[in-house]
């Protein structure tokens, strides 16, 4: 999946997750953090390339993702596997609190849109031809469906005409249908 798509589906299923189990308290700065934390999250997985759009946003990202590069080997390893997601899960679980003041944010929220980011990045390309390596070192490969031509083609056609505006209609539709949810988000910052 392109990155465009990858942004769109972890948006996609943070709005999904709030809709479901809306936070009990809510902040301006958490909202704003747990926005920027989904974003990336949704392109953490592929910091094992040196053409992620992550390593734009930060200065020094080029070089610094050429190393990871190396680091990582090739695409689609650790990053990508069981092994490289609970690695993830606990250094974010350390880390998250420790940069955040807990009493100006809420960090077990923006530690769990970053990681509802990076599984829906994992869950998308799922659904890519490539698959992913889930039990890696291992070479096998998870996809769906199974059958390996019936997957998504990345940046192609049915990426770009159905996947990325069907997620953007379900944005749509998740704020038309719990506006009122969304409404008392965005008008005081709390729920």
């Known amino acids: 999946m392109t990155s465009r798509t990858h942004e769109a589906a972890a948006a996609a299923s943070l709005l999904w997750v709030v809709s479901k189990w809306p936070p009990v308290e809510m902040n ?25 759009r992550l390593w734009d946003m930060i200065p020094g990202g080029n ?46 929220y923006l530690f769990w849109s970053l990681m509802i980011g990076y599984v829906s990045h994992l869950l998308a390309d799922m659904l890519t031809e490539d698959g992913l390596p889930l039990l890696w070192p291992l070479k096998w490969k998870f996809g769906f469906p199974p059958i390996r031509s019936w997957r998504i ?31 008392r988000l965005i008008s005081n910052g709390s729920i």
């Open 28 to 52: 301006w700065p958490t909202i704003i953090g747990a926005l920027i934390c989904n974003l990336i999250g949704s392109l953490l997985p592929d910091i094992d390339q040196a053409s992620n």
């Open 63 to 108: 070089t610094l993702g050429k190393i990871l590069r190396r680091v990582f080997i090739s695409h689609r390893t650790l990053s990508h596997s069981l092994i490289g997601f609970v690695i993830f899960l606990y250094f974010f679980d350390w880390l998250i609190p420790k940069l955040f003041n807990g009493d100006f944010v809420i960090s077990s």
């Open 153 to 183: 083609k990345t940046g192609k056609w049915f990426e770009r005409l159905i996947v990325f505006p069907g997620l953007v209609l379900f944005i749509l539709f998740l704020f038309w249908k719990h506006n009122q949810l969304w409404w």
